[in-house]
């Protein structure tokens, strides 16, 4: 074998190791960015959660106060 047919073939198993491990990488990635997207849903779905609860137990102390509001203006009429 001639040394250019060598670096040749060197050369090419090269570049098709770097295609795998582009390929492998490019699906680690992927997965990678998946599991960052549901975890950040999670955590939105959360907060929105706990800023529903919030805001029913304020409505529902406005809604208190409201009433005794008008109670004390029906006392007074």
Sequence with gaps: ?????VLHRTFVSGLAA?????????YAVHR???AKG???MAL???????REQTTAEEEAKELA?????????RKGS
């Design 65 to 73: 106060l409201a009433e005794a509001a008008q109670a004390v203006f």
């Design 44 to 50: 939105k779905e959360a907060e929105a959660k706990q």
């Design 1 to 5: 074998m001639m040394i250019t047919d």
């Design 32 to 34: 990678e960015t998946l």
């Design 38 to 40: 549901r975890e950040y």
């Design 18 to 26: 770097l295609s795998v491990y582009g390929v492998f990488m490019g």
